[in-house]
């Protein structure tokens, strides 16, 4: 199985559909006898008889209706990637998404709802660390990610990053914790879960040396997926952006304090710079803006 002669196999395909072995050799302008040694040739490469004769017509084999299989997943591929190389396939292959560990999860269903409500384009969805996601991307594994940083200057690849969207970092508790009390007397005396993505903790950390308070932090996070359980179990109050409690929040079991602390969160998809970009990037992207 080392060689894999294709054109025999072509023919083979040609040979199944239509069921007839002259009408074939007629339409792929070959002689009958050369149509039938090609077939010949591959039932002794496969080590099987593809067909069997039923009067005048070529019948399948077990083999030779596993082998038609997969031969029409071959061809078809080939002829998709032709299509995509000339820019007019009607069925786009799946988008390839990386998505930061601690990215919340909310967003991503929320960028992700074109897809799953139109059904026309399937998806891989992949998590990880924001550096081994872009690695991934500029080697063409991944078609986007999406992050809470733009990408570093000083890395290699030509990256391209869309600000999709920027919320303001909040505190979230149970309303038992929340009720009655300043901003200072929540980060003083209750217990705080707190993120350790680097643009909410740097504004958290300026913010308690700002009002001069030594908070009582249970737990540090780094996902933010367990911000908003550890929240909902009233573990403590959490500091997080509203799109991580937004079920909670909606189901009254937790409620944001009134308090501007002046900390963002930016969402951003990252792409790189393709001949080829995958047909719904654009569409996705212009409606995340909108």
């Not at 010949?40 to 299989?69: M, N």
């Not at 997969?70 to 998709?80: L, N, Q, S």
């Amino acid at each position: 199985m080392d060689n894999l002669n294709y054109h025999h196999l072509r023919y083979f395909r040609e040979v199944a559909h239509e069921g007839n072995l002259t009408r074939t050799a007629e339409r792929v302008n070959l002689s009958q006898s050369a149509l039938s040694t090609q077939i010949r040739q591959l039932e002794a490469r496969l080590g099987h008889d593809l067909f069997e004769r039923s009067g005048r017509q070529l019948v399948l084999t077990e083999v030779g209706r596993i082998v038609l299989d997969h031969a029409d997943r071959i061809f078809g591929t080939g002829e998709e990637l032709i299509a995509t190389l000339q820019r007019s396939s009607q069925s786009a292959p799946p988008l390839r998404v990386g998505a930061q560990s601690t990215l919340s999860r909310n967003f991503q269903i929320r960028f992700l709802k074109p897809l799953l409500s139109s059904g026309e384009v399937d998806f891989t969805l992949r998590s990880g660390s924001a550096s081994v996601l872009l690695e991934a991307l500029e080697s063409l594994a991944l078609d986007i990610v999406l992050t809470t940083d733009p990408p570093d200057s000083s890395l290699s690849g030509d990256f391209t990053a869309h600000r999709l969207a920027e919320q303001k970092v909040t505190i979230h508790g149970t309303p038992e914790r929340i009720a009655g009390k300043t901003l200072q007397q929540l980060l003083s005396d209750e217990p705080l879960i707190v993120p350790n993505e680097s643009s909410i903790r740097t504004g958290f950390d300026s913010l308690v040396a700002r009002l001069g308070i030594t908070p009582r932090i249970v737990a540090d996070v780094d996902d933010m997926a367990m911000v908003r359980l550890l929240a909902r179990a009233d573990v403590g109050i959490a500091i997080a952006p509203p799109v991580v409690m937004a079920d909670e929040i909606a189901a009254g079991l937790l409620e944001s304090a009134p308090f501007d602390l002046q900390i963002f969160e930016a969402f951003y998809a990252v792409t790189v710079t393709r001949s080829f970009p995958h047909p719904i990037l654009r569409e996705l992207l212009t409606g995340q803006m909108d």
